[in-house]
């Protein structure tokens, strides 16, 4: 499996959103055109599955073929993976 992104987010009750701190993503599998939109799908599932995930916890998930895998820390930092 290859890796496609990771992020590092800071995450927490007092927060609406999760706050993405660094992000990297290998996009050159993909077509120029699609770059944009699978970076923009994978800020979303980041976003969208640390929200999901308890603090002190971790989980997969899969969505449409990729994996994103899910760190939450107590302390409200959290990483993710997407495969």
């Excluded at 640390?50 to 990483?79: F, M, N, W």
């Amino acid at each position: 499996t290859k890796v496609v992104g990771i992020a590092i987010v800071r995450t927490g009750s007092e927060l609406n959103e999760p706050i993405p701190i660094t992000t990297a993503n290998d996009l050159a599998s993909f077509g120029y055109f699609q770059r944009q939109t699978v970076k923009e799908m994978i800020t979303f599932l980041t976003k969208t599955f640390i929200k999901r995930t308890e603090p002190g916890q971790r989980q997969s998930v899969t969505h449409e073929g990729y994996i994103v895998h899910c760190y939450v820390r107590s302390d409200g930092l959290a990483g993710t993976v997407t495969t």
